[in-house]
């Protein structure tokens, strides 16, 4: 198995770029060969992608969370996953590559530096940390494809504003369902941000002698749902409609980038396993 799965380490980067490369071709060029052809291949690359961490997971006995290059391995699967389900509930196939590129560079950094890792500590070899993390990891990539979509939107705006109507303005879907995609992909992260933040305050306070719940990682997260929840109910009950809600969006990815990048400076936190 361990052959197996430094070959599908080597592969892995290819598809992803075998898959940007298709997306944006038929976003450069509508061939309508492959509208649905590189659905099928992106769907492919996911299997794949599956195998090869279920593979990490039975041969070094722990999820693939033992390390930042398992952890870029994961993210890169969650960003294409997240978008992948987000295609399939809309429609839109236009704003893939915008996406894939991303995964493809966090999957390259990963298949470089990635080792094999048998000696962890036994806390990470638990399921259910593999389950929270994961869940945590996909909804943070759900919250990031909000936020490109949400950009995305503000740059066609821009440009209808300036009357610009280049590629972008024929390629890209309209400003409504721009608007739709940054909604359905930040309720697709909140949903599984919650599933993690769930399986967290039931398991972790077992398994850590040292749990608190002013932990900075958990505060972090905490607003960050509660941003996003919040922004959820303002736009279904208040009917926050267009920019106004891209903006909310963006203003709760960046609240989430700043979040983390602080708790990672000043990290004292029964989080750091390694």
């Known amino acids: ?21 298709v997306y944006l071709y038929d976003f450069m060029k509508e061939k309508r060969v492959l509208t649905n052809s590189k659905r099928i291949f992106l769907f492919i690359t996911l299997i794949i992608h599956v195998l090869y961490l279920v593979f990490r997971t039975i041969e070094f006995n722990h999820p693939p969370i033992t390390s930042k290059f398992e952890i870029y391995s994961v ?27 991303f995964s493809l560079i966090f999957q390259a950094i990963s298949s470089i ?15 259910l940390l593999g389950i929270h993390v994961i ?13 490109v979509h949400g950009l995305l939107f503000l740059k066609l705006y821009k440009d209808i504003k300036l009357n610009k109507f280049g590629l972008l303005f024929k390629r890209l879907p309209s400003l409504e369902i721009l608007e739709k995609l940054s909604f359905y992909s930040a ?40 941003v996003y929840g919040t922004g959820i109910i303002f736009k279904i009950y208040a009917k926050w409609y267009g920019k106004k809600f891209i903006i909310f969006s963006l203003t709760g990815f960046s609240l989430a980038l700043i979040s983390l990048l602080i708790t990672k400076i000043f990290e004292s936190s029964f989080h750091t396993f390694y």
């Open 187 to 226: 309720v697709i992260g909140f949903v599984l941000l919650t599933i993690a933040i769930k399986i967290g305050v039931i398991w972790l306070p077992s398994a850590f002698p040292d749990y608190s719940y002013l932990d900075p990682k958990l505060l972090a997260t905490a607003t960050i749902w509660l």
């Open 135 to 147: 869940s945590a990891i996909l909804g943070y990539a759900g919250l990031t494809i909000s936020a």
């Open 113 to 127: 530096y990635i080792v094999d890792n048998y000696e962890v500590k036994e806390i990470l070899r638990s399921r």
């Open 75 to 101: 993210l890169a699967f969650a960003l294409v996953f997240s978008y992948f389900i987000l295609e399939l509930l809309t429609d839109i196939r236009w704003t893939g590559y915008y996406i894939i590129i």
């Open 1 to 21: 198995m361990l052959q197996t799965i430094h070959t599908l380490n080597v592969i892995l980067p290819f598809l992803y770029l075998v898959a940007f490369s």
